[in-house]
């Protein structure tokens, strides 16, 4: 990713999207595009493998312009080293001069814009459907003599069918006989 725009991520796609889009000339316009002033400073990256942080101040006795730290950490690893100071931190044959990541040509910045890249969000999930079961049928019990229930399976006869004629309705013997 290219550090422009302060390394602001969204940024960058942004810009990438925009000249992919439209182009070079029209991706700066539309996003208003400011050009940045380069830092006149060199990349470096630490080569030394010692365990632990080194801080440079000095080289052979000459003073270097600004506090350098440097360790295989990768926190500590790269510095912009003053121009001044480069042909100094080189010689100590720790640091080497790395190229830049390079910023998208003819952008170098961008204007604090909101610019939204993420997708719209999803629509709602349809309602969930529960299924209920139907309720059971009621029970009731179907009031049967011994003998007419013996009858009624003898002769595979479905005692749901009959009305009883007995007292409150009760299926007797003369009922099953009747379906005979």
């Not at 999207?17 to 070079?24: I, L």
């Not at 010689?91 to 993420?118: E, Q, Y």
Request: aromatic share 4%; hydrophobic share 35%.
């Amino acid at each position: 990713m290219a550090k422009c725009c302060g390394g602001n991520e969204t940024a960058v796609k942004a810009i990438l999207k925009a000249r992919a889009s439209y182009g070079d000339a029209a991706a700066a316009a539309a996003l208003s595009v400011e050009p940045v002033q380069r830092v006149d400073s060199v990349r470096m990256e630490y080569t030394g493998n010692e365990k632990g942080t080194r801080t440079f101040f000095s080289v052979g006795g000459q003073r270097l312009n600004k506090t350098y730290r440097g360790s295989a950490n990768p926190s500590t690893k790269y510095i912009n080293a003053h121009p001044a100071d480069v042909k100094l931190l080189e010689s100590t044959n720790l640091w080497k001069i790395v190229p830049r990541h390079a910023s998208p040509v003819g952008i170098t910045a961008v204007r604090s814009a909101p610019v939204n890249l993420d997708p719209p969000p999803a629509p709602p999930p349809d309602p969930i459907e529960v299924f209920t079961p139907p309720p059971p049928p009621p029970k009731f019990e179907i009031e049967i003599t011994a003998s007419a229930q013996k009858l009624a399976d003898k002769h595979n006869i479905d005692i749901t069918l009959l009305k009883g004629t007995g007292k409150n309705g009760k299926i007797i013997v003369a009922d099953v006989r009747g379906e005979l």
